[in-house]
């Protein structure tokens, strides 16, 4: 089969690979029919996170036709011909952590548990075609992949909602809800979320659905700010203004009841030097992350309130704002997303009506073009916000 | 050398036990170990995998137990490698739950065997016991060994870096198995 793989640091590859087979009793073989390239794909690609190999294969949002399942997978839960939304954590269903639905930090799915537990102090669950440090799983940006655990993940699509209605439950969707609901969020509240990106757009939508009187929407790129002003939130071009006063204008003095970083270990600063300390220190890997945004986010936040952090983060980072947290009684919630949590209720708002997962599609590309995808996607060329690859 | 090393498993400490006292079980998930054969009602033969030194074999005989708590069992005869083993079943505070406790001392001989078996149990000689562990623990909440495109061969796999790249396996490699 084709696949989409990791060619070295900034290099994507589509390969011609074995297909897939059964490994466990609880596998399904999936034909995948949509796929999609994420943020985390790009912090994989620019070699922010250790153990990638040449020729791993990449994606982690894919959905598809069941063509073949295991022995031990459960006819009533799963069978072959079924049309299914795969989640990216890859979880048991019956350890500690899944039983307190906390899925992407399930306790067996994760082979190389003992690389994990090195680098985090426990381990992590497995995911798709994101580094081996959670597993060595080939992922989806690929003709067909292996879903262990079948019969506990995978979201079964009875409806006729299309492809591109349903496809993002596999992450983005569900990630940028869990940002919103760590926020308790009350209709009082002003939600200011960092990173106009896929992830950042759904924690938005999310916080409107879930009450929020005001949505803030802050990033550099217009045409992202664009597309969450369209939507209904208010933008902030960090470019163009400083963040903190502008905020605090948005919100008389207050700042933000409600904090959520979704831009990750990558951020780009307005101030110059900060900026060149943090990527000289990234370089030579004293430091692993550029933090900005979540600083900035807690020196926002209104005192008591909450930062939520869905962007994604992998080692150690520099002048964490420890004083303004504990000073201000801030919370600090974060996570994976456990996304088998929220697929089904997501469905239901989707078949509502309410999200429309759809409004952040900008690129629908073949599989042959992942190469061409990525560099869209990360370099914020042709106004691309998200790009869907169809096998 | 002694290994200690715990886990919790989400099954009640009857069935942890009932798995462990079946020592015929152990080879699932401990990655040293070949084959364990029971030979009467507390005595076994037990046979080493080829890392851990090549034709290593001896008999071990249960020198204390109590259903459902603990086990405890040692080498007879000369083996190669004498060695003892304990573990302990103790309900988790969840009340559903089972801590294991193992305790494993090896005596590492000169020579051949010694040698091998140092090298098996590397720097980090608590990883392995850590990772058969991990195993028992998926065997017993979800019926198997975990397997990834990276690490495929179950308790064959070591947890090393580099693996195997995450794509599927070649029918060639799936036929060679974990010996290839
Ligand atoms: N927690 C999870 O389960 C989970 C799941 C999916 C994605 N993620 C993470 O979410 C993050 C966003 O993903 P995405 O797909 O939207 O990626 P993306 O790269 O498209 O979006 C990031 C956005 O942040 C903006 N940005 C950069 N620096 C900023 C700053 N200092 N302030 C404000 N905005 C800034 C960028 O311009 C970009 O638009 C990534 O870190 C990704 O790894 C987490
Ligand atoms: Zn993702
Ligand atoms: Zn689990």
Redesign the interface.
């Known amino acids: 089969m084709k ?1 989409n ?1 990791w060619a070295g640091r900034n290099k994507v590859e589509v390969r011609d ?5 059964i ?4 596998d399904a073989i999936v034909r995948i029919t949509s796929t999609a390239i994420c943020g985390s794909d790009l912090h994989l690609v620019d070699g922010y996170v250790p ?1 990638m ?5 990449l994606g982690h949002e894919f959905m598809g036709e069941v063509i073949e399942v295991g022995r ?1 997978v459960d006819p009533g839960r799963l069978r072959v011909g079924d049309r299914v939304v795969v989640p990216f954590p890859i979880s ?1 269903g ?3 952590a899944c ?1 307190a639905e906390l899925y992407s930090c399930c ?9 994990a ?1 090195k680098m985090f102090g426990h381990p992590v669950a ?1 995911i798709f ?1 994101y580094s ?1 440090l959670t ?5 989806g940006q690929a003709q067909y992949a ?1 879903v ?2 079948a019969d506990v993940g995978p979201l079964k699509i009875e409806s006729d909602l299309t492809d591109e209605q349903v496809l993002f439950l596999s992450d983005i969707l569900p990630t940028g809800y869990m940002g919103a609901e760590m926020c308790d969020i009350q209709s009082s509240d002003v939600v200011a979320v960092w990173g106009a990106g896929p992830v950042g757009q759904f924690a938005m939508d999310s916080a409107r659905v879930l009450g929020a009187a005001k949505v803030i929407a802050i990033d550099k790129e217009p045409y992202r700010l664009r597309m969450a002003e369209r939507a209904g939130h208010t933008p902030v071009n960090f470019e163009e203004v400083d963040v903190r006063s502008r905020l605090l204008e948005l919100t008389g003095g207050r700042g933000p009841d409600k904090c959520i970083d979704a831009v990750g270990l990558e951020a780009t600063h307005g101030s110059a030097h900060i900026a060149a300390y943090d990527r000289v220190k990234q370089a030579v890997r004293s430091e692993t992350e550029r933090p900005h945004a979540l600083r900035q986010a807690i020196l926002s936040c209104r005192s008591g309130g909450v930062v939520s952090v869905i962007g994604v983060y992998g080692g150690l980072l520099d002048k964490f704002p420890a004083g303004a947290w504990m000073n201000r009684s801030l919370t600090l919630r974060t996570g994976q997303c456990h996304v088998q949590r929220y697929m089904k209720p997501l469905l239901e708002r989707i078949e509502r009506g309410e999200i429309d997962p759809t409004r952040i599609i900008t690129h629908t590309l073949a599989l042959d073009e992942a190469e061409r995808g990525f560099e869209l996607f990360k370099n914020k060329q042709d106004d691309c916000e998200k790009v869907v690859l169809k096998p | 050398m002694e290994l200690t090393a715990t886990t919790t498993i989400r099954k009640p400490p009857p069935e942890v036990y009932a798995f462990w006292r079946d020592l015929e079980n152990l080879p699932t998930f401990m990655a040293h170990l070949e084959e364990v054969r029971t030979t009467g009602d507390r005595t076994s033969h037990w046979v080493a995998d080829a890392p851990f030194g090549k034709n290593v074999e001896w008999d071990a005989e249960i020198i204390d137990e109590r259903p459902t708590e603990k086990i405890r069992w040692q080498s007879t005869g000369d083996a190669d490698v004498p060695n003892t083993g304990a573990v302990w079943f103790v309900p988790a505070p969840d009340g559903v739950s089972t801590e294991v406790h193992v305790v494993l001392v090896y005596e590492i001989p000169g020579g051949a065997i010694g040698k091998a078996v140092a090298k098996y149990f590397g720097e980090e000689p608590h990883q392995q016991l850590d990772d058969d562990l991990r195993r028992l623990k998926q065997v017993l909440e979800t019926g198997e060994v975990v397997r990834s495109d990276g690490a495929p061969w179950g308790k064959r796999a070591r947890g090393e870096f580099p693996q195997r790249p995450a794509q599927p396996l070649s029918d060639a490699e799936l036929e060679k198995g974990a010996d290839a």
Request: charged share 20%; glycine share 20%.
């Open positions: 696949a793989t690979v074995p297909d897939p087979k490994l466990n009793d609880r153990t190999q040449d020729g791993d294969i031990g048991c019956a350890c500690g039983s306790e067996n799915s994760n082979p190389n548990a003992g690389i537990e497995g075609g081996h597993g060595g799983f080939a992922g292996r262990p655990f």
